[in-house]
């Protein structure tokens, strides 16, 4: 540890006076420890039964009962210094071991016991006993038995012959059965140094023995703790490292015969990280200990447990052996930990050097890669699909990138600067010899084996990566590390075997192999994958490009992609390897691939810095990115993302230059962003990369989303409006070694294929396509851009080149641009066009004769041409290896079945250039004749050339082709200058016809889709504005079925299932679709606007007693306690908490429909998120949850237009008809389907809710009690709605919940069921209200408890008791009497209670002034008059007012008259805002919108209270509205009566029920903190209140802030778990919980749930689900509001779409 460490009074004095330890404190624990390890040790030996004995093993009890001593031991270790120190001394004793461990000669245990010891230490080495016998005997060389002979570790230092192979393979006899899997045991060479790997241990002293037990049992969790906890002593740690390093192979043999390899790797990970991360330690103990021949040398054996033959190239011959994927060692990744510490130590520069150094470990380590070479080999299935597609590339992909390049970076972060160069020579010089050794070993000569392909090729991207290195960081010249020629040919092969089949699996030629392989090429270019695989690969061919003769190069890639047949100028060809829709893909990614291959910098010059740039863009421009994933997608070398590389750009900076962050946002439909980083405009602009982009798409709908997106870009910022082509970016300058890449561009060979290209496409030939067209362009731009510079080669003779110097002139493509080609011969089937045809007649003048023209006829094979150049090279290189060539492919060409027509050879007349073709196709594309003029270059402006199509590419092309020279200046002028209409290339052959009336036929066909799915797309927008708008209030006008009753004469409904329309009638009701759910969110409404603050220390909390719930039921309880319970059940609302609320999607159906819809869905057997015999579906039409169906009413409009006609009747005529209504409840219905399905959604209705929110009368059951739930469920409704609309109705108007509510249909069916009861006539408040009762004699209370007084009664209650009970329909004169009526008693009421808040003086004051006004005429209709008569009515009774005296002097403001209205009127709003809402749905009269302040008006002259003439002249005020058809103080005395009359007991309470608030704010879910943190800390440690342990899943309750268990078995109630029991309790079954440990919110609705999401985000905008990122999180308001408003419109069911079933278990 360093000094700074610590503080002043511990600083690390060693020897300054430290008090040492007194000798006789430790004394004892000297005496008695020895002992006690040995005990222990023999327990363990006694214990230990070898695995394979028959004996039944278990050593779990073994070590069960060895827990209280180890556990003692432990508890030793955390004694400190002292004691640990004695525990040192005793555990390497090598005396005190001597002596105990065999035991003394008399004690017979003792020895049994050692013997046990000295069994199990037996097979403790590499090579077991018997092993090393057989080996004695057979140690004569192997190589004359034919086995075969691999190098695996270089000669003893002084041998000269370093090839001698010092270790040789013996091939098992009994082994020899299995033909493929020929498995080869190394028997290793005695020369390895250190003896102590192979022969068996011996122990020395305790802790070697204890660490051997340790081992053997599998490293149980305490004794690693126990050694672990050892470490601080500085002695014991390097003997224990020693010790560990000496084990280190019998490690490996116990872990590689594990069942539990997981648990044994990650405890010996444990261990090793602690020791060899110590970079003192770990040279210590590589320099005394060999620790890195231990590492290779047991990685080595490991490996050759599971060997196989290599079957890559020559399957019979080959003597290459490969390590077979589908072991279990390499499937379970069994050698990671062994792999790990090696990476771990080669981090080490000290120890890394050693390593580098040491050159019979490379040659070994070389070895150990070599079997990773060619693994996991893929061959081609051409007739049956493969019957069973094994997993094993998971398993190859991960030990190559494990095993091979995580050693690889390690090792090349130490070869970064100029001294280390020779260690980069060394590792270069033994890739080459181990590859050399591979090519014998596989005998590979020129040619790849066809449809074959291996994606592992360790030893090529080791030399590739430590090319790279060397050229880039260490100034290496790369020729000195190149071999000659023809070893680079035959490294060149396989890498491109693997370009070409990434291209062949795209095309689909290898779908019989199965999903496995598209896997494969997707992991090969993966992010994690990418710089350790294609990357190192395509460095490696653009290295052997740059040295290799460049038309050899471009042959063999055609060669290689299949599509050499392909390129021919005939019109028809023959291929023999292709069929016809793979032509087209195959070529496509021949010419991609050259285009990635000149024009990628990553290995060729880019910095670091540029690099991660260009990764960067390329991934944001395929997608968006979250910051999370964009980490994830960018591969780790060469820039760490942490960015501690000095001088280089970190992560952040670049992010922040390259892209913009798009803050989390919301889509309508409810589905939740992230936060998204996007590409700056000048990214598009300026860096866009498409072929950056092809080489990193894993999936290829990426490329299109790229371009997707780029057109967007361009079409949003104006630059192009069309179809944009990937643009063409420059690329950065080549570094100097590898300048022989531009030869490439530059040669015969590549024009020549370029040419005919053009010359297809032009004519149109099959199987061309944009693409082909895009990258030719790309290629000739390239060879533009990047000229050769020098051009003495030019000049030689060369005379061999017979063959096409008589194409092109030179090799400079600038020359070879305006070169023109008059005939090529080509080879064609019979049946093609061209043969059909006269000789063409010389239209030429220098050609005179037509056999000049056959003469001068250009002939062009591709695979010719590269057997030649192969040639040449060979013999310049050896000249014996002639007899290498293959014969001519031509002739071995296999025939299909079938035989195809002959081959004739034909002459066709071309006379174009590439600038002619250019030129023409930009006609083409145009489709305008002379779409360039001559005199177009002169007026060419370059800047806007960047971007855009075909088109624009060709004109930039032909400008800078015309800058560079003026030559192909003069040519293009004369060529546009020449260009007369071109004749169309002639179409008398069928083909050539069929082939053009296919493409037009395919045009059409595509216009016809195109025009479908637009018509598709509106008809679909149209349809999710209508039924879909959850969100948007404002869209429409209010889809209110009410209103349309209204207008025609009879309302028809669609049947969404069988799609008739027609009248709901009694025989075939038609019914809405319908959710019902309790609902319990108007009871967690409070007073406050402020949202409750959730507690996170313990000195918050949160009450609930000031919730409307809480409110409510402490009012019924009083009530209850005093009065009638039938008239206290008439007197008050339920349904705050539980209240049934009913929404609807509109759309309705015909409901014997639906029953069979139903059961259809019954027998359906998918797997659906919903309980269809619950009776819950979804809507069949917009797929909205549901779970009933809402009958409608057979309604006509004729009639209605009578009920709504306003009379001038007096209101007393009104009153009377009212009240006869009430008696005259009309006929019973006749029994009809209709009845009988309005009776079913009663049932529904009651069985939404639990039985504990309906029964609240004193006998259970009773009439009363349902008829109190009913009409409840009515006020729940509306008052939702009101808070729907934000608590008032102001805005008037539809709001997004009107057109989900189904109010006017649910009226009528409670009506219907309510006939059932009647209100008894002498009980009828109706009576009381209009009338003076004549009995004002005491004989009412005689009994035992009185009715229930009309000054406590609940207004709005009233009001829908009375609309319920009397017949349906109801004229619009008699409701708006009713309200009239009520109107009054709820006035009253406000006066009474706002009488009860004045102090005493006040309340004289007042009732002296009010008195002067009695006397006035219109006295009923002023407040202060009434509001005295009722505080002296009240103060005659001396015990309404005296209760609460002590209260009111605490108010002290003075009541003004404008206070007391300003009181009144928000006393009486909710009461207006009810009757307002209901009279709107029963009518279909509109909402108009107001101001908050003239709210009251407003509702006043929509009820018909005051007359809109009257309220426009004069502000209305509460008492203008009063109406009183019997003398008002008379009626007031009168209510008031009822109240005086109470027995002095219930007085003490009347003054509680006077003042009831109907006012509550809007419901809120609780406060959350900003800081995830914070809520963390304080609730993942809290105790759960039932078993007071920390639960293991805490979780919290956001509507109320309750604790609760998720899942927790401690807090179950008859197999209910907490979460669920609580979402009953508190949101009547919709609960919504945070989880503390995840950061998501689940919500719980019912019997299903759901992942919600979270609203906490880290600073880049992201979830951290199960907080796995750990990064520290924010609330977002904006999902929390979301989250809120879901929960307050009861939208949970339709906006979250992944439901399931909780079964209770929650």
Known sequence: MRETGFCRRHRLRTGENIPSIPQDLLLMSELVLPRFILSVIQYLRDGYTEPDSSAERDLQKVLQQLEPQISFLEELTKMGGAMRTVLTKILTNQQAFKELSMGQEENLFAKNNYDKYLSALKNSGLVSMEEKAQSAASDTPVGAEGGAEVLLGSAAPGSAAPGSPHETIKEEDQDAGQSVGQRKRVKLSSSTKDLCIIESLKHKCFLEEFLFWTIKYEFPQKMVTFLLNMLPDQDYKITFTKTFVQHYAFIMKTLMKSHESDTMSNRIVHISVQLFSNEELARHVTEECQLLDIMVTVLLYMMESCLIKSELQDEENSRHVVVNCSEALLKNNTYWPLVSDFINILSHQSVAKKFLEDHSLLMLWMSFVSFFQGMNLNKRELNEHVEFESQTYYAAFAAELEACAQPMWGLLTHCKVKETQDYTKTVVRYCLETLQIWFDAISFNDEPSPNQVTFHLPLHRYYAMFLSKAVKCQGLDLDSLLPDQEMLMKIMVHPLQIQACLSEIHSNMWVRNGLQIKGQAMTYVQSHFCNSMIDPDIYLLQVCASRLDPDYFISSVFERFKVVDLLTMASQHQNAVLDAEQERPMLEGALTFLVILTSLRIHLGMTDDEILRAEMVSQLCMNDRTHSSLLDLIPENPNPKSGIVPGSCSFEEML??????????????????????????????????????????????????????????????????????????????????????????????????????????????????????????????????????????????????????????????????????????????????????????????EASSYGQNLREAQVFSLVAERRR??????????????????????????????????????????????????????????????????????????????????????????????????????????????????????????????????????????????????????????????????????????????????????????????????????????????????????????????????????????????????????????????????????????????????????????????????????????????????????????????????????????????????????????????????????????????????????????????????????????????????????????????????????????????????????????????????????????????????????????????????????????????????????????????????????????????????????????????????????????????????????????????????????????????????????????????????????????????????????????????????????????????????????????????????????????????????????????????????????????????????????????????????????????????????????????????????????????????????????????????????????????????????????????????WGPHYNGL
């Open 656 to 845: 922040s230059a390259v892209a913009d962050f798009k803050a989390p946002v919301f889509e309508p439909g409810g589905s939740m962003q992230q936060g998204m980083y996007t590409p700056k405009a000048e990214v598009w602009e300026k860096e866009f990369d498409p072929i950056m982009v092809v080489l990193r798409t894993v999936y290829r709908r990426d490329v299109q989303s790229a371009m997707d997106r780029y057109s967007a870009f361009l079409k949003q910022s104006g630059i192009h409006t069309g179809n944009p082509w990937p643009p063409y970016k420059a690329r950065t300058a080549l570094h100097p070694c590898y300048k022989g890449l531009i030869k490439l561009l530059h040669c015969k060979t590549l024009h020549i294929v370029i040419f005919t290209l053009l010359y297809k496409i032009w004519m149109d030939h099959q199987n061309m396509s944009e693409h082909v067209l895009c990258m030719v362009l790309y290629l000739i731009e390239l060879g533009l851009d990047n000229q050769v510079q020098d051009s003495k080669e030019d000049e030689e003779p060369c005379i061999e080149e017979h063959c096409h110097d008589s194409w092109f002139p030179g090799t400079n493509l600038l020359s070879n641009l305006h070169h023109v080609i008059n005939f090529v011969r080509v080879r064609v089937p019979e049946t093609a066009p061209e043969v059909k045809r006269e000789a063409p007649p010389s239209t030429s003048s």
């Open 869 to 1698: 150049k192969f040639q040449e090279i060979i013999n310049r290189s050896s000249s014996e290896a002639n007899q290498v060539v293959r014969p001519k492919s031509s002739s071995t060409r296999w025939v299909p079945p079938g035989t195809p027509p002959q081959l004739v050879t034909e002459i066709l007349e071309i006379r174009e250039s590439m600038l002619s073709l250019l030129i023409k196709l930009h006609q083409k594309l145009s489709s305008k004749q002379n779409s360039l003029s001559a005199s177009w270059l002169d007026n060419m402006d370059m800047s806007h050339h960047a971007h855009g199509d075909g088109i624009t590419a060709i004109e930039r092309i032909l400008t800078k082709a015309a800058t560079r020279s003026c030559q192909i200046k003069r040519s293009i002028q004369d060529i546009c200058g020449k260009v007369s209409p071109p004749v169309p290339p002639k179409k008398n052959s069928p083909t050539d016809k069929k082939a053009m009336d296919k493409e037009e036929r395919r045009q059409r066909a595509r216009e016809r889709q195109q025009k479908l799915l637009a018509e598709f797309a509106s008809r679909q927008k149209s349809f999710m504005e209508t039924a879909m708008d959850v969100e948007s209030p404002e869209t429409e006008a209010a889809m209110d079925l009410g209103a349309s009753e209204m207008m025609e004469s009879e309302v028809l409904y669609d049947c969404v299932i069988c799609g008739q329309s027609g009248p709901s009638t009694e025989d075939r009701p038609t019914g809405l679709v319908v959710l019902l759910q309790a609902s319990s969110v108007l009871g967690h409404r409070c007073k406050s606007e402020e949202a409750k603050k959730l507690p996170t220390c313990d000195e918050e909390h949160i009450y609930s007693a000031d919730t409307c719930a809480v409110a409510h039921d402490v009012r019924l309880t009083l009530l209850q306690r005093f009065f009638k319970d039938s008239s206290c059940l008439q007197s008050v609302s339920i349904g705050w908490d539980g209240g049934v609320y009913m929404q609807t999607c509109g759309h309705t159906l015909h409901i014997d429909c639906h029953k069979s819809y139903m059961e259809s869905l019954r027998n359906d057997q998918v797997l659906q998120g919903f309980s269809v015999d619950k009776g819950e579906f979804t809507c069949p039409l917009c797929r909205q949850f549901a779970n009933s169906v809402l009958p409608c009413r057979p309604g006509r409009g004729s009639e209605a237009g009578t009920w709504h006609t306003r009379t001038n009747k007096k209101t007393s005529v009104l009153i009377k008809e009212v009240r006869d209504l009430q008696e005259n409840l009309g006929l019973f219905p006749t029994e009809s389907n209709l009845s009988k399905e309005m009776e079913l959604v009663i049932e529904d209705i009651k069985n939404t809710t639990q039985k504990k929110y309906m029964d609240y009368g004193k006998n259970p059951g009773s009439p009363d009690g349902d008829f109190l739930f009913l009409y409840s469920v009515a006020r729940t409704n509306l008052e939702l709605e009101l808070v729907h609309r934000g608590g008032n109705l102001c805005c008037g108007g539809a709001s997004a919940a009107a057109k989900r509510s189904c109010l006017n249909q649910l009226f009528h069916v409670l009506a219907m069921h309510m006939r059932l009861y009647s209100i008894d006539s002498a009980y009828n408040p109706w009576t009381k209200l209009t009338q003076l009762t004549q009995n004002k004699e005491a004989d009412g209370f005689d009994e035992e408890s009185p009715e229930v007084p009309m000054l406590f009664r609940d207004v709005p209650t009233l009001l829908i008791i009375f609309v319920l009970t009397m017949p349906q329909p109801l004229r619009k004169e008699h409701f708006t009497c009713l309200v009239k009526m009520l109107y009054n008693l709820q006035f009253i009421q406000a006066l009474a209670a706002l009488s009860t808040k004045m102090s005493p003086e006040e309340r004289q004051a007042w009732n002296t002034s009010g008195a002067i006004k009695k006397a006035a005429a219109n006295a009923g209709m002023s407040s202060e008059a009434l509001l005295s008569h009722i505080i002296s009515e009240f103060s005659n009774s001396s015990n309404v007012y005296a209760v609460d005296t002590e209260n009111t002097m605490l108010s002290s403001s003075v009541w003004s008259p404008q206070s007391i209205e300003f009181n009144l009127q928000q006393y009486c709003l909710p009461f207006l805002r009810l009757s307002c809402l209901l009279q709107h749905h029963l009518y279909g009269d509109n909402l108009t919108g107001c101001l908050v302040e003239e709210e009251f008006s407003s509702l006043a002259v929509c009820l018909g209270l005051v007359h809109y003439a009257s309220a426009a002249s004069n502000p209305v005020n509460s008492a203008s509205c009063l109406e009183w058809v019997v003398s008002a103080f008379e009626l007031v005395t009168q209510w008031c009566a009822e109240v005086k009359g109470l027995s002095p007991v219930q007085a003490e309470l009347s003054l509680t029920l006077l003042v009831q608030d109907p006012q509550w704010a809007v419901p809120h879910l609780l406060q959350l903190p900003d800081n995830y943190n914070i809520i963390f800390q304080y609730y993942h440690r809290k105790a759960c209140t039932a078993c007071k342990k920390v639960p293991k899943d805490p979780a919290l309750c956001l509507v109320c802030g309750t604790f609760v268990c998720l899942k927790g078995a401690c807090c179950k109630q008859q197999g209910i778990c907490e979460c669920v029991l609580h979402s009953q309790h508190c949101g009547a079954a919709t609960g919504i919980f945070l989880l503390i440990n995840a950061s998501v919110i689940i919500i719980i609705r019912g019997h299903r749930f759901c992942l919600w999401g979270s609203v906490y985000l880290d600073a880049h905008g992201e979830e951290d689900r199960d907080l796995r990122r750990g990064k520290p999180l924010f609330l977002c308001e904006e999902r929390y509001r979301v989250l809120e408003q879901q929960w307050v419109s009861h939208t949970f069911d339709h906006i979250n779409k992944r």
